[in-house]
C-alpha cells in the first residue's frame, strides 16, 4: 500500500532558526496537503499543492510539491514559539480526488526554544 | 468551514467493553472520516462514513470492532467494541469540504480513549 514518510521525526530548534521537513510518497499523489497539529490539538489544514512543481508562500511558511508529485516541503524561515506542534503532509494517490484514500505521513514534530 | 464536535471528549474504560463516540457536524456533508492516532503516532484512516449505506472500512480495520451508524448528513457515531489497551487512542472524525478548489479536512477535536 501507499507510505509516507517524513523526515525529520523531531526537530529542535532555536527561535529565529528556520526548519524545514521533507515528505516522500511511495507513490505519485495526486496532490498533497499540509497539516499542523498543536500539542494536545486537532490537525488542522495548511495548504493544498496540486500541480507538479507547485511553490506556496504562507508568510513564513513556504511549500513546494515535487516534480514527479512524489515529494514535498516544508520550510519556515525565521521560527517562532508559535510554530510548534508535529506537520504531517498528507496525500491521496493519482486518481483520486477525495480524502477516501488520504494517506498522513509519519509527522515531523517541531519545538523551538526561545 | 465546517465546525465538529465531538462525544465524549475523553474516556477511561475497562477491557473487554465498548464506547461509542459522537461526532456533530454544523452543515450538512456527504463524507465523514473516522481516524485513529495512537500516542505520539501519525493518523490512520479507519473507515468512511456514508449516509444511507454501510461504512467503508480500510485494511487491518472490521466492521464488527468498529461499527459506525451515519443516520444523517450531520452526524455519525464509531463504537469501539470488545476494548483492550491497544486501543487507547485518539480517535477524529473529519469531513472533506471543497472550498474555492481545495478539498480541505476539518477534524473534529477527537476523543482520548484509555483501555485499562
Known amino acids: 500500500g501507499q507510505q509516507v514518510m517524513q523526515i525529520p521525526q523531531y526537530q529542535h530548534v532555536q527561535e529565529g532558526e528556520d526548519f524545514t521537513t521533507y515528505c516522500n510518497s511511495s507513490?505519485?499523489?495526486?496532490?498533497i496537503q499540509w497539516y499542523k497539529q498543536r500539542p494536545g490539538g486537532h490537525p488542522v489544514f495548511l495548504i493544498q499543492?496540486?500541480?507538479?512543481?507547485e511553490v506556496k508562500k504562507q508568510k513564513r511558511l513556504t511549500f513546494q510539491f515535487g516534480e514527479a508529485k512524489k515529494n514535498s516541503s516544508l520550510h519556515i524561515t525565521a521560527t517562532q514559539t508559535t510554530d510548534v506542534g508535529t506537520y504531517f503532509c498528507?496525500?491521496?494517490?493519482?486518481?483520486?480526488?477525495?480524502?477516501?484514500?488520504?494517506?498522513f505521513g509519519s509527522g515531523t514534530q517541531l519545538t523551538v526554544l526561545p | 468551514s465546517a465546525v465538529i464536535s465531538q462525544k465524549p471528549s475523553r474516556d477511561i474504560c475497562q477491557r473487554g467493553t465498548s464506547l461509542t463516540i459522537q461526532c456533530q457536524v454544523d452543515?450538512?456533508?456527504?463524507?465523514m472520516f473516522w481516524y485513529r492516532q495512537q500516542p505520539g503516532q501519525s493518523l490512520t484512516l479507519i473507515a468512511t462514513?456514508?449516509?444511507?449505506?454501510?461504512?467503508?472500512?480500510e485494511s487491518g480495520f472490521v466492521i464488527d470492532k468498529f461499527p459506525i451508524s451515519r443516520p444523517n448528513l450531520t452526524f455519525s457515531t464509531l463504537t469501539v467494541s470488545n476494548m483492550s489497551p491497544e486501543d487507547s487512542s485518539i480517535y477524529l472524525c473529519?469531513?472533506?469540504?471543497?472550498?474555492?478548489?481545495?478539498?480541505?479536512?476539518?477534524f473534529g477535536p477527537g476523543t482520548r480513549l484509555t483501555v485499562l
Open positions: 452543515s450538512q456533508v456527504t463524507m
Open positions: 498528507a496525500g491521496p494517490p493519482l486518481g483520486s480526488g477525495s480524502a477516501r484514500q488520504l494517506t
Open positions: 462514513a456514508n449516509q444511507g449505506s454501510e461504512a467503508t472500512y
Open positions: 507513490t505519485t499523489l495526486s496532490n
Open positions: 473529519s469531513v472533506e469540504e471543497g472550498v474555492r478548489n481545495y478539498n480541505e479536512q476539518f
Open positions: 499543492l496540486v500541480k507538479s512543481g
